[in-house]
């Protein structure tokens, strides 16, 4: 299970924000690798992928966007929130099957 | 990372059958288990299952059973995902997804 907090989050503008993900289990591969990826999904969109692998930022993903984290803690940081920021973030194990979804975080700004 | 690429949307009646595609670059073909989620109206993510693009072994969601079937094609570098006796609540986007990329989501939309 994948829990994430906040669920909603309210931010002014160029300030940071951060998106706790927890897992119920230990996040590492028998390859020794952690599949545990960020997903953002603006509003009408549909989801794209922001980080892999903890911290692995996507082609295109800005820079302000950063992972961390290891074992069953893990968190999404925005070093700067921008208007386009806004929409819902979810956390994802990708690392057993099935692969399971945090519940999402609804990001505004105020 | 990849970007995978994925076929267009798709209109169909109750009780037919689609088949959606997903394109990945030939050189990480094999790299990864690819992944279908699909994400209905409104709702969250759901993982519907994985095809093993070197073997084609799969696994689906208990819930998916008997009505997907997950494949692919070594030749062209796609997997495919066919769902059928499709209901009015198979209605949603469908990814193909890796633990590098995704697709960019292709509507299925199911009606009368």
């Known amino acids: 299970v994948m829990t994430q907090t906040p669920l909603s989050s309210l931010v002014t503008l160029g300030q940071p924000a951060s998106i706790s993900c927890r897992s119920s289990?230990?996040?590492?591969?028998?390859?020794?690798?952690?599949?545990l990826s960020w997903l953002q999904q603006r509003p009408g969109q549909p989801p794209r992928l922001l980080i892999y692998?903890?911290?692995n930022r996507f082609s295109g993903v800005p820079d302000r966007f950063s992972g961390s984290g290891a074992g069953t803690d893990f968190t999404l940081k925005i070093s700067r929130v921008e208007a386009e920021d806004v929409g819902i973030y979810y956390c994802?194990?990708?690392?057993?099957?099935?692969?399971?979804f945090g519940q999402g975080t609804k990001v505004e700004i105020k | 990372q990849v970007q995978l690429v994925q076929s267009g949307a798709e209109v169909k009646k109750p009780g037919a059958s689609v088949k959606v595609s997903c394109k990945i670059p030939?050189?990480?073909?094999?790299?990864?288990?690819l992944h279908w989620v699909r994400q209905a109206p409104g709702q969250g993510l759901e993982w519907m299952g994985w095809?093993?693009?070197?073997?084609?072994?799969?696994m689906f969601a208990q819930k998916f059973q008997g009505r997907v079937t997950m494949t692919r094609d070594t030749s062209t570098n796609t997997a495919y995902m066919e769902l059928t006796r499709l209901t009015s609540d198979d209605t949603a986007m469908y990814f193909c997804?890796?633990?590098?990329?995704w697709g960019q989501g292709t509507l299925v939309s199911v009606s009368s």
């Open positions: 997804a890796r633990v590098d990329g």
């Open positions: 030939a050189y990480t073909f094999t790299d990864y288990f």
């Open positions: 095809v093993i693009p070197h073997s084609g072994g799969t």
């Open positions: 289990q230990g996040l590492v591969h028998s390859d020794g690798n952690t599949y």
């Open positions: 692998k903890v911290s």
């Open positions: 994802m194990q990708g690392t057993q099957s099935p692969w399971t």
